[in-house]
């Protein structure tokens, strides 16, 4: 069940409550900041409280903060909620250890301190923000925030907070409850409201039971008749995480090379002004240099012209070999994804730690776990011995007290594929035997570290000459582009650009759909023992870098891309061909020999954004062509290709149409350690007469390294879209008659 609050009052309008299940929110804030549990406990505690208290706002637009300042080694917790009950927030000490107490629970109250204040700052967008301030009573927060309801609201209030912690240190279960007597409460309501708190017992046991916050707010006011006025979705949500400004920086990168492509003049002067214009001032606000920033930028805009990293050891200019791209025709020079060196904060290496949790138990169930003894004990406390560690994580899994905790290097941790290690300074390297360049470790990198190549700079380069090039759209577009919402406003953009029309890659998806499927018959299980499905080029390449002896069972039909662009360049031969989607991958596969003729340009979303920033395009402005509005070209299954699943579905459907007695057997995957596990199965025989589907990126496309928007929130409009579809079926294609001829076999037949 995803997060969601709600407000109730009771039948007799003397007592008004709110409940909220925060579990996904403050996992998802333990990611982001790399809480231990203490500290994540304390700070899923606010974000809950914090919630609450904003969705009570009126007025949209409000905001409201919860500060924590305590005595303890935690610092400052803050927290900012929505009027919607969005929430976001931080720890100053995320790293912040403490025994647990005699009891066995989290010291929440020891990490937090008992001395300090609470701040509630409430913005409501008049002159000034009211503001009120309590002292803390323990710490625990839930107490804490009762006693700033009585203290400056004047509202009597019982609060209970509580995060669950699960044996990997994620979030098992957080939420809580506001329950606050209104006017005209007498002693005996205040009776049943604490007899209802008692009986309820523990917040996380409740909530591990049952995470539904109606169920729970309806046991703690089990003696009354509970009426729920509104229940609504919350969410954590950041405007200014490390993602959001490294997003930021990478569409100003962007947008500067577009626009420098656009206005022409002098490339070399004008490129090693950029730096300078993208991160202007004196002070460093990112980094700890200034200096350090823009060289950074400056990689970035090399990278994004299709350019080298510059060797840091030699006297060299940005603009350096730029005259060898300034040319519509370049494809991408290896290696495409790239670390920027200086960027990388060398995190370390992947390890296993112990805590001070660690309670020098008798049981010493850590020390008799490790197969290589690397688990020494110290004063009746355990260390981990790193230099004979193998990382199997077996002591972790035996400690009772969740003591040993696993510290992942983020880049490395993306990377199905194994393929980032480190150089002699401790900084990442990518293995490039190993890469398949699916772009993760790109966009998991907290430092920004992590860039691929572009053509930003070569396309635009083609509208300036006067080329006609298409752009072939990917169906994931929709949900990536809020002013562009409709297809109409996109075909305007894109137009407006420089293309000169705008085609849905899903048509290409619809032959995709029925060529695969007739490999499929002709080859499982006569030939095959099963057959993975071709659309996502890191899930083929892996499979083929990996796994060689299965490079037979990748099915040969060609990726929707392809079918696309040769389609279109038959029916124009003299035009160019941009695939615009969210797959760093496809910039790979668009430059091997094979494909090169048909696919001229690849772009992410990420980085047609930063082209429409950099043409200045004004979007209220444009204009939609009626007659053109909407891409009706593609079925409602080819367009479902976007997220994982829709492949091997619109195939397995469409051979179950030709054979309806037929059973079709799927086995997916998403993210390529578990297609790695996939493909390991398939290989020992677990799979034979399966259809198996892979996809790179987590969700499938919609979760690609080049995507803007939320995969989640993408998924329910891909689904909306597909609904829109003009047919379901991908036979109904009025490109079907031509798939013959795309496959360059006059024989072919269904």
């Not at 688990?375 to 193998?390: M, N, P």
Request: glycine fraction near 10%.
């Amino acid at each position: 069940m995803s997060d969601h609050i709600l407000r109730a009052i009771t039948s007799d309008g003397l007592v008004q409550a709110a409940a909220i299940s925060s579990r996904d929110l403050t996992e998802r804030a333990r990611q982001i900041h790399k809480t231990l549990p203490v500290a994540t406990a304390a700070l899923g505690r606010t974000l809950a409280g914090a919630s609450m208290m904003g969705n009570a706002l009126k007025g949209h637009g409000a905001s409201l903060t919860l500060q924590i300042k305590g005595s303890g080694p935690l610092g400052t917790i803050l927290a900012v909620s929505d009027s919607d009950g969005n929430v976001r927030g931080y720890v100053t000490n995320p790293q912040t250890e403490l025994p647990l107490r005699p009891d066995g629970k989290l010291d929440v109250g020891g990490a937090v301190g008992q001395e300090g204040s609470l701040t509630v700052i409430k913005d409501l967008h008049m002159k000034e923000p009211y503001v009120g301030t309590v002292n803390l009573l323990g710490g625990e927060i839930a107490e804490d925030i009762a006693a700033y309801f009585v203290e400056s609201e004047q509202i009597p209030t019982a609060c209970a907070l509580g995060v669950l912690i699960d044996r990997d240190q994620s979030v098992k279960a957080a939420g809580g409850y506001l329950i606050q007597l209104m006017p005209g409460a007498g002693e005996d309501t205040i009776a049943k409201v604490e007899g209802g708190i008692m009986a309820a017992g523990n917040v996380s046991a409740i909530l591990e039971k049952d995470p539904d916050p109606e169920a729970m707010l309806r046991a703690v006011l089990s003696d009354f008749e509970v009426k729920v006025l509104e229940q609504e979705p919350v969410e954590y949500r950041c405007g200014c995480s490390r993602d959001r400004i490294e997003r930021a920086l990478r569409k100003q990168v962007f947008a500067a090379v577009a626009k420098l492509a656009y206005e022409g003049g002098d490339y070399c002067s004008r490129m090693e002004k950029l730096p300078y214009e993208i991160i202007p001032g004196e002070v460093g606000t990112y980094r700890e240099s200034i200096f350090l920033e823009r060289a950074i930028v400056g990689e970035r805009i090399r990278l994004a012209m299709g350019l080298p990293l510059r060797d840091v050891t030699e006297e060299n200019m940005i603009s350096d070999g730029v005259e060898a791209s300034a040319i519509s025709e370049k494809y991408y020079d290896p290696p495409l994804i790239n670390i920027i060196k200086y960027a990388c904060h060398a995190c370390p290496d992947t390890h296993y730690e112990v805590t001070q949790a660690c309670q020098g138990c008798l049981a010493k169930h850590c020390y008799q776990s490790c197969p290589k003894g690397a688990i020494e004990l110290e004063h009746g406390r355990a260390r981990i011995d790193q230099t004979k560690c193998i990382k199997c994580g077996r002591c972790k899994e035996a400690c009772s007290y969740q003591a040993i905790i696993k510290f992942l290097r983020p880049c490395q941790e993306a990377c199905g594929m194994n393929a980032i290690g480190k150089d002699q300074y401790g900084r990442a390297d990518i293995d490039y035997d190993k890469c398949v360049n699916c772009g993760q470790c790109l966009v998991n990198c907290p430092f920004g570290a992590i860039a691929d190549k572009g053509q930003i700079y070569q396309l635009i380069q083609g509208f300036n000459r006067g080329d006609r090039i298409y752009a072939l759209v990917a169906p994931a577009f929709v949900n990536q582009f809020p002013g562009l919402a409709s297809t109409g406003k996109l075909k305007a953009a894109l137009k407006a650009v420089g293309f000169c029309d705008v085609v849905e890659v899903a048509i290409g998806a619809d032959l995709c759909t029925v060529d695969e499927a007739h490999d499929f018959l002709e080859e499982v299980p006569g030939k095959l023992d099963f057959m993975a499905t071709s659309c996502c080029p890191a899930w083929s390449m892996m499979a083929k870098t990996a796994f060689p002896g299965l490079a037979k069972n990748i099915s040969m039909t060609m990726t929707p891309m392809v079918f696309t662009a040769r389609m279109m360049k038959q029916k124009d031969p003299t035009a160019r061909m941009c695939f615009i989607g969210p797959c760093a991958a496809k910039k790979l596969e668009a430059s091997r020999r094979t494909v090169r003729s048909d696919v001229d340009f690849v772009l992410t979303f990420e980085e047609l954004a930063g082209i429409i920033e950099g043409k200045d395009l004004d979007i209220d402005l444009l204009e939609v062509d009626e007659n053109e509005a909407a891409l009706c070209s593609a079925s409602a299954a080819g367009r479902g290709f976007a997220q994982s699943g829709g492949v091997a579905n619109a195939v397995a459907n469409k051979i179950k149409e030709w054979h309806p007695d037929m059973e079709v057997k799927i086995a997916s995957a998403q993210g390529l350690a578990d297609c790695k596990k996939l493909l390991m199965l398939a290989k020992a025989g677990k799979y034979n007469g399966y259809l198996l589907e892979g996809m790179g990126c987590p969700g499938g496309c919609i979760g690609g390294a080049g995507t803007i928007a939320d995969p989640a929130r993408t998924a329910i409009q891909l689904n909306k879209y597909m609904k829109e579809a003009p047919f379901t079926d991908p036979e109904q294609s009025p490109y079907m008659s031509e798939i013959h001829v795309l496959k360059d076999d006059p024989n072919f037949e269904l």
